[in-house]
């Protein structure tokens, strides 16, 4: 069995069956095409993602892969209008949000189209609201009566396997793995098209690593589009249909899970699945690794 | 936020004595035995049945003048708080949202209120609107502000750039609905704490301008009045000054405590009391005996 934190090597067990090979050629949920992204202004200007493609079928996994600064996060705070496109466009679920006011963005946010699970649950989650209020928040913003917004969270909760005692709770009167799923829950009370998540496991034990990440499997099979950003390729390897590897801004690779797992073509892509740890890391492979670092650098 | 505080026995002695103050400025003049201006023959009497606290050196009875003097005292603090609270936060929240130029324009402004000579602004507002304490008071309310302007401002940064901000705006939430609900939750207890302390440094500013005789024009009665007129008969009464004095020490004691109890049991030591209460109730729910029969 592989372990839920680490990548499968290149020899390592077959990915699951359920993933497919050909994404489905219906109406991307997401399209980026030539996406530029700077920070700063003037002489501090710094492009942080360049000329980004990319597009995420409906009931798609797709992974973003890449180790810190490469513009992971960046991309998803692109996707959700909290950072100005310098060039490219992004559709979501067929329309173009590229030059989008802060009223049509809140309209767009308003639907739940496109959700989005942070990192740490801990600081999404408002301390002082119930996990009853955090859960109902997209839904009471969207017009929906308190009374129906509550019943509504209830099989939420257990689609996320959390009991029902838990609504009344602050959210640092859960644990860790509580508080994610938490986190989860709230992006799927919209039955958005769309789900990022940052890292959504990083924080988390063995035991609410696998337990998140069944929920997304089972996610899924509902049809819901998936984003799963990481900079840990096993988290990743085990769910996606499709991985892209983000390298300083740039998407060197794209591909299948299981060729990018096992035919790496970019020298990045082979540093990230011989790095990944496994319970037999070969000493041996250390010598490749410095290789390919010592090619990225130059 | 109020149960909260009652349940500190700190918060409970600061807000009854509190209660005692603005029952005293509601009901004082009507609980007053005798008339706080009629001066009578039995000047510097101490205290007796027919005058409880004395008289003073008109022979008027100190009991009813401390009384009367109460809604003075009550109003111009209320009056000094609330003019920073809506000088000052109402800007403080809205300059972490209403942009650069407003940002910009209400730090100068602050700057400059920190800036001024408060006697000199004192004199031009009493020489624009007139003498009188409700002018007195609204000029140490304006020059208070910038301190709330600074809490409210501070509070709304941290909490403007927390990462569940950030989620309610991705769930489509405006910059009212942020406000509501997730800025002002954060943001009121340490307003709350210096609305607490600044009404007690109200009641030391109306004090000291009413003993200073600015303001409020003898013969009407105020507590600080009664403590500059009891100081010149000290020889005579050295007594004298201490129910003025005493009521006015209580009422500014009991609103440090109170803004000390509003500290203790905001943020995060007030989720952990809720926590600690929560704990309790489910251990007391653990311990009763479980229900036999009846409907389920």
């Not at chain 1, 984003?227 to 060197?252: C, K, N, T």
């Not at chain 1, 299948?256 to 890391?281: C, E, G, K, M, Q």
């Not at chain 2, 101490?46 to 606290?53: K, M, Q, R």
Request: aromatic letters at 4%.
């Amino acid at each position: 069995m592989t372990h839920p934190g680490s990548a499968p090597r290149a020899d390592g067990p077959e990915p699951q069956d359920t993933r497919r090979d050909d994404p489905s050629p219906a109406r991307p949920v997401l399209a980026i095409t030539g996406l530029d992204v700077h920070y700063g202004l003037r002489r501090r200007r710094r492009k942080v993602l360049h000329d980004v493609t990319l597009s995420v079928a409906p009931g798609e996994t797709v992974g973003i892969v890449g180790e810190t600064g490469s513009g992971k996060s960046t991309l998803a705070r692109a996707v959700l209008g909290l950072v100005r496109a310098s060039a490219g466009t992004v559709t979501v679920a067929g329309e173009d949000v590229t030059g989008h006011s802060e009223a049509k963005w809140r309209r767009l946010r308003r639907r739940g189209t496109v959700q989005y699970v942070f990192q740490d649950p801990l600081r999404s989650l408002d301390p002082d609201l119930t996990v009853a209020d955090s859960l109902a928040e997209p839904l009471l913003l969207r017009g929906v009566p308190r009374g129906e917004a509550l019943a509504r969270i209830r099989p939420l909760l257990e689609r996320v396997r959390l009991p029902g005692e838990l609504l009344d709770r602050l959210p640092g009167e859960i644990s860790g793995g509580q508080r994610q799923r938490v986190a989860v829950a709230r992006a799927l009370v919209t039955e958005p098209e769309l789900v990022i998540l940052d890292e959504p496991v990083s924080a988390l034990d063995s035991a609410n690593r696998v337990q998140v990440l069944q929920i997304l499997k089972e996610l899924r099979t509902t049809g819901v589009a998936i984003v799963l950003i990481s900079h840990d390729l096993g988290s990743v390897a085990g769910i996606a249909d499709r991985i892209a590897v983000l390298y300083r801004g740039e998407l060197v690779e794209t591909g299948t899970a299981r060729d990018v797992i096992r035919r790496p073509r970019h020298p990045y892509t082979r540093l990230l699945v011989s790095s990944a740890p496994t319970l037999h890391t070969a000493p041996a492979d250390r010598a490749e690794r410095a290789a390919l670092r010592a090619a990225l650098t130059t | 936020m109020l149960r909260r505080v009652l349940s500190l026995p700190a918060g409970r002695i600061a807000v009854a004595i509190l209660t005692v103050v603005a029952l005293l400025a509601v009901l004082g003049p009507v609980l007053a035995p005798h008339d706080p201006l009629a001066t009578s023959a039995r000047t510097l009497a101490p205290g007796s049945g027919t005058h409880p606290l004395g008289t003073d050196y008109l022979g008027r009875d100190v009991l009813s003048r401390l009384l009367a003097g109460s809604r003075v005292s009550v109003l111009g603090s209320l009056e000094v708080a609330l003019t920073a609270l809506v000088v000052g936060v109402v800007p403080g929240i809205l300059s972490v949202y209403l942009g650069r130029a407003f940002e910009w324009v209400t730090l100068r402004v602050v700057d400059t209120l920190v800036a001024l000579p408060f006697l000199l602004f004192a004199v031009a507002v009493i020489a624009l609107l007139g003498n009188g304490i409700t002018q007195a008071m609204l000029v140490t309310g304006v020059l208070v502000s910038p301190l709330f302007y600074r809490v409210s401002r501070a509070a709304t940064l941290t909490v403007a750039r927390s990462q569940y901000v950030e989620a309610a705006l991705i769930a489509g939430a405006s910059v009212g609905w942020v406000v509501r609900r997730h800025v002002w939750v954060k943001v009121l207890p340490p307003i709350a704490v210096a609305l607490a302390q600044t009404i007690g440094v109200g009641f030391v500013i109306v004090s000291s301008l009413t003993f200073l005789g600015i303001g409020v024009q003898p013969p009407e009665p105020t507590w600080g009045g009664l403590l500059a007129s009891d100081l010149g008969y000290l020889s005579y009464q050295p007594w004298a000054p201490v129910a003025p004095a005493l009521l006015i020490m209580a009422t500014v004691w009991a609103c440090n405590l109170l803004a000390d109890a509003i500290r203790d049991v905001s943020g995060e030591a007030g989720r952990a009391l809720v926590a600690h209460r929560r704990l309790r109730a489910g251990r007391r729910g653990r311990t009763e005996p479980a229900p036999t029969g009846g409907a389920s």
